[in-house]
């Protein structure tokens, strides 16, 4: 399941002002370095044919690990 959750997304190296965690180990990322995976969600109905982010945030760690298993 977590491969479905993962494929899809566009991933890029950014760095964290707020407030996040690792999706998988749970680790803070404030004012850290880290991977966005951002997949846009598309209701159109309910917002008038509108599409919203939904991003999901791994450390470099976990990143690198999950691309040398060819996971993302």
Known sequence: ???KILKDRFWSHQFSFLK???YI???PLRFKWG???RKKIW???LLGGNSLNDDIWL???EYLVLLS???V
């Open 20 to 22: 996040r965690r690792c």
């Open 69 to 71: 298993k060819g996971k």
């Open 1 to 3: 399941m977590l491969d």
């Open 43 to 45: 209701f159109p109905v």
């Open 35 to 37: 991977y966005r995976g």
């Open 25 to 27: 180990t749970g680790k």
């Open 59 to 61: 450390s470099t760690e």
